[in-house]
Nanobody, 123 residues
Framework: QVQLVESGGGLVQAGDSLRLSCAASGRMFSTYAMAWFRQAPGKEREFVAGINRSGFTDYSDPVKGRFTVSRDNAHNTVYLQMNNLKPEDTAVYYC?????????????????WGQGTQVTVSS
């Protein structure tokens, strides 16, 4: 069983940066594929970025070049560095995990989810 707790959200202006963190409980964190999703009001949840157990990363097109996902296995934490934020990035951001060797892509089925952290970007 893995519990995920996100932090780092907030209210920022367009062009600003934020770093989200996702702290995972439990053992064997390094064996999990980790991902970030987001859900804006009135929209479906969408994949943002993922990093697998080997460190390979995947990004959705809207965030490529602006967001960076990373992980610190020693501290059971995955990060999402978000630069040049835009109003359309406003959403609740969720951390997700699954025990897998696969790439942490949008198509992977994630078993564990956090409660989310709100990111609001004003224009």
């Amino acid at each position: 069983q893995v519990q995920l707790v996100e932090s780092g959200g907030g209210l920022v202006q367009a062009g600003d940066s934020l770093r989200l963190s996702c702290a995972a409980s439990g053992r064997m964190f390094s064996t999990y594929a980790m991902a970030w999703f987001r859900q804006a009001p009135g929209k479906e949840r969408e994949f943002v970025a993922g990093i697998n157990r080997s460190g390979f990363t995947d990004y959705s097109d809207p965030v490529k070049g602006r967001f960076t996902v990373s992980r610190d296995n020693a501290h059971n934490t995955v990060y999402l560095q978000m630069n040049n934020l835009k109003p359309e990035d406003t959403a609740v951001y969720y951390c997700a995990a699954v025990l897998s060797w696969a790439r942490a892509s949008a198509n992977l089925k994630y078993d564990y989810w956090g409660q989310g952290t709100q990111v609001t970007v004003s224009s």
